[in-house]
């Protein structure tokens, strides 16, 4: 006897579903997608060619001078001297915190990954919030140890500028949004609370 | 399939090791890849003509350096050419960086990811040429926006135009960021791991889908 609609299980439902070529059938795919268009979003908002003196413009300039006192003042731990002056950070080695170095590709990415995975608002929002602080003190690092090896190994530099810590940088985001799954999956999975006796 | 503790660190250790064997800097592997990558690029590359009379080429080096004025350790030049006009406008250009690193990772990444192997080879069969597609697109867009923007006459200079801003906007957004050439390949990979099997990430939170979709693999 065939069965009647009310006796198809989820998962049948799910691979006549997949049969049929039906979206549910890659979630995973539709949501690699969503995170491309939110990507792209957050790419265009931050790397569209805004006129000079722009507000966009002063406050990505003044984020870069941010990222420089911060970092100069990370890089004090290994050089005294050192010291940030706008966007500069000045001491034994010389660096220029431009856009490239602000990682805000990783922070694009982060975002998008969270923000559009299937969670509670509040948990995206706190992985948004505390992903973001992550990332900043890895760049934060990076620029540091990038500091330490203009200083050290000058001839190691734009192997480790332009290759390892970037690639660093990205599998570090990666973590990051991996570790907040696992927390948002643990706290799905944890059994909720017996309310109290009265 | 679960993603267990243990087997997401032995994949993780396995890409890792990966990684490190195949990105360590090898002069001969970085001119080998040069030199065999260039013709490929100059199939696509060489026939065309951009605007008014505008042509490029990639040219290995035999030499690895970082020349004057140039921003990167080259280890190809792009050349480029106008209809016309003698001599060229060479732009020192890193392969290894830009097309080697990120095949590399895509390919560690496939490798680490435990999958059968028709699966894995299938995959590699997939992901290779979709990364050696979106490198020559790279490429494209970077000769494309040089004689737009750092050469005069080869495309109208109507700074208003919409393709202009396009072409302007796309470059900006794809290839200024440094990350993305490492953003590239693992989104790649993980749209091929996806395709090819649904690992369980919670994408979907009906029980019945995600045993339904795993227990085909």
Redo the contacts between chains.
């Keep these: 006897m065939p069965a009647s609609a009310s006796e198809v299980?989820?998962?049948?439902?799910?691979?006549g579903a997949?049969r049929q070529g039906n979206p549910?059938?890659?979630?995973?795919?539709a949501?690699?997608l969503r995170?491309?268009v939110a990507m792209?979003v957050f790419?265009?908002l931050?790397?569209?060619?805004y006129p000079p003196d722009s507000l966009p413009v002063c406050a990505i300039s003044g984020y870069l001078r941010g990222v420089a006192a911060v970092s100069a003042a990370f890089v004090r731990l290994f050089d005294a001297g050192a010291r940030a002056h706008g966007d500069v950070i000045d001491g034994r080695f010389s660096m220029r915190i431009v856009?490239?170095c602000a990682?805000?590709?990783?922070h694009a990415?982060l975002a998008a990954a969270v923000l559009v995975f299937?969670a509670r608002w509040r948990q995206r929002i706190a992985g948004v919030v505390a992903g973001t602080l992550v990332v900043a003190a890895v760049n934060v690092a990076r620029i540091a140890v990038l500091y330490v090896v203009g200083v050290r190994w000058p001839s190691a530099f734009?192997?480790v500028h332009?290759?390892v810590l970037?690639?660093a940088?990205?599998l570090a985001t990666?973590s990051v949004f991996g570790g907040w799954?696992a927390i948002?999956?643990r706290a799905?999975l944890a059994p909720a609370v017996p309310a109290a006796a009265p | 399939m679960t993603w267990s503790i243990r087997r997401a660190a032995v994949s993780l250790s396995v890409f890792l090791a990966l990684?490190v064997a195949g990105?360590w800097?090898w002069l001969p592997v970085q001119r080998g890849f040069s030199a065999m990558y260039c013709p490929l690029a100059n199939l696509v590359l060489a026939p065309q003509t951009f605007g008014w009379g505008g042509h490029a080429r990639l040219v290995p080096l035999s030499r690895i350096e970082?020349r004057p004025g140039d921003n990167?350790?080259a280890d190809a030049v792009v050349a480029l050419t106008v209809f016309g006009w003698e001599g060229d406008l060479q732009m020192g250009t890193?392969l290894?960086?830009d097309v080697y690193?990120p095949l590399w990772?895509l390919i560690a990444l496939l490798i680490a990811v435990p999958l059968p192997f028709a699966r894995r080879m299938k995959a590699l069969a997939i992901g290779v040429p979709i990364m050696i597609l979106l490198d020559l697109a790279a490429l494209e867009l970077r000769v494309t926006w040089t004689f737009a923007f750092q050469l005069r006459g080869i495309y109208a200079a109507d700074a208003g135009s919409v393709w202009r801003?396009l072409v302007?906007?796309a470059y900006?957004?794809?290839l200024?960021?440094?990350?993305?050439?490492?953003?590239a390949p693992?989104?790649v990979g993980?749209?091929i791991i996806?395709?090819s099997r649904?690992?369980r990430?919670?994408?979907?939170?009906?029980?019945?889908?995600n045993?339904?979709?795993t227990?085909g693999v």
Aim: aromatic letters at 8%; a neutral charge.
């Design positions: 299980t989820p998962g049948a439902r799910a691979s997949a549910r059938r890659r979630p995973a795919l949501y690699l995170v491309a792209a790419y265009g931050l790397y569209f060619p856009l490239d990682a805000l590709d990783a990415l299937p734009p192997v332009e290759e970037q690639i940088i990205i990666f799954i948002v999956r799905e | 990684l990105a800097p970082r990167v350790t890193s290894r960086r690193l990772i801003r302007d906007l900006g957004a794809l200024t960021p440094p990350g993305n050439r490492f953003i693992l989104g993980a749209a996806a395709w649904e690992p990430l919670g994408l979907d939170s009906s029980p019945g889908c045993e339904d979709v227990s």
